[in-house]
């Protein structure tokens, strides 16, 4: 079946920019995970979904970072005036309710100027 | 702080011999234990997991688990030049949902 699918594949920005960032987990995935990854370091989480609200948001690097998951299903990834730090791979995870294990998207790549 | 600890390698194998991977990890409270493989460019790919202490199989692949050591490896036999990638640990501390905390990857060579 389908995997974690994730939009855009890659995003050029400038810095002080808005973007989203877009996840679609697997289909009837309840949990969602949001992970960022700097070159030569492993995922760091940044928040995690369970159905609409966010179980665990205590990843998020401050308050430039949003994310959303309106239905329980898509979720997006928002952040407000881009720092050059914000640079890494954005990675979306899901999990089947009551599963352990998480599988990846391909990752959105961002770039700030 | 959770931390997850791996040689940053290179660690370089000849093709069809056994690669070894280590993984510590400093929390008691850890109840799952994941590798992913990762190729150059790409996203983690989960490859085994782990819950209990000792061993489990599947193909290659052999994750040991030492929960009194806080240590957990993975064991690659006959290596091919197509298991050159890193190798990503990962433990889950508490919860059967909650986030995964990843050691900084191991990247694994297997020469021809």
């Known amino acids: 079946g389908a995997g974690v699918s994730q939009t855009p594949s890659n995003k050029v920005t400038e810095k002080g920019k808005y973007v989203e960032l877009r996840c679609d987990p697997i289909?009837?995935?309840?949990?969602l995970y949001w992970y960022r990854q700097s070159l030569g370091q492993g995922p760091e989480f940044l928040i995690y979904?369970?159905?609409?609200?966010?179980?665990?948001d205590s990843g998020l690097p401050n308050d430039r970072f949003f994310a959303v998951r309106p239905e329980g299903s898509v979720s997006t990834l928002k952040i407000q005036r881009t720092e050059r730090g914000d640079s890494a791979v954005y990675l979306c995870?899901?999990?089947?309710?009551?599963?352990?294990?998480?599988?990846f998207g391909p990752g959105t790549r961002l770039t700030v100027l | 702080q959770k931390e997850v600890e791996q040689n940053s390698g290179p660690l370089s194998v000849p093709e069809g011999a056994i690669a070894s991977l280590n993984c510590t990890y400093s929390?008691?409270?850890?109840?799952?234990f994941f590798w992913y493989r990762q190729y150059s460019g790409k996203s983690p790919e989960l490859i085994m997991s782990i819950y209990s202490n000792g061993d489990k199989e599947d193909g290659r692949f052999t994750a040991q688990l030492n929960k009194a050591s806080q240590y957990v490896s993975l064991l690659i036999r006959d290596s091919q030049p197509s298991d050159s990638a890193t190798y990503l640990c990962?433990?889950?501390?508490?919860?059967?949902?909650?986030?995964?905390?990843f050691g900084k990857g191991t990247k694994l060579s297997v020469k021809p």
């Open positions: 979904f369970q159905g609409t609200g966010a179980a665990d």
């Open positions: 289909s009837g995935h309840t949990a």
């Open positions: 990962a433990v889950r501390y508490g919860g059967s949902q909650g986030n995964l905390i």
């Open positions: 995870a899901s999990t089947p309710g009551g599963g352990r294990e998480q599988f």
């Open positions: 929390d008691r409270g850890s109840q799952s």
